[in-house]
């Protein structure tokens, strides 16, 4: 069984910055590729930042230049640094890892989610 989970979220003023975590574990061969996605009230979830597998990081134009997604593989943690950020930014945060399970399946898994508040 594979479990994602989430941290660092919070509340924060505008021009803040926050840094999520998200650590999976349980039993796995790898994380091929990772993702940060977010939900705000009464809007779809949206795709935020993502290493895919063998290619280049990629984020949603909103938050070019002031989020940087990164992973550490030592730890199976995947972080999202938010600088700079707007009321906009208030969503709930959602990881979302692609691993290669212990039956030779990939699969995508995808945390619990992490609330992050943008206001003055």
């Known amino acids: 069984q594979v479990h994602l989970v989430e941290s660092g979220g919070g509340l924060v003023q505008p021009g803040g910055s926050l840094r999520l975590s998200c650590a999976a574990s349980?039993?796995?061969?790898?994380?091929?590729?990772v993702a940060w996605h977010r939900q705000a009230p009464g809007k779809e979830r949206e795709l935020v930042a993502a290493?895919?597998?063998?290619?280049?990081?990629n984020y949603a134009g909103s938050v070019k230049g002031r989020f940087t997604i990164s992973r550490e593989n030592a730890k199976n943690t995947v972080y999202l640094q938010m600088n700079s950020l707007k009321p906009d930014d208030t969503a709930v945060y959602y990881c979302?890892?692609?691993?290669?399970?212990?039956?030779?399946?990939?699969?995508?898994?995808w945390g619990q989610g992490t609330q992050v508040t943008v206001s003055s």
């Open positions: 290493i895919p597998e063998g290619g280049d990081t």
């Open positions: 979302n890892a692609r691993i290669l399970t212990m039956t030779m399946k990939v699969d995508d898994y």
């Open positions: 349980g039993s796995f061969f790898s994380i091929r590729a």
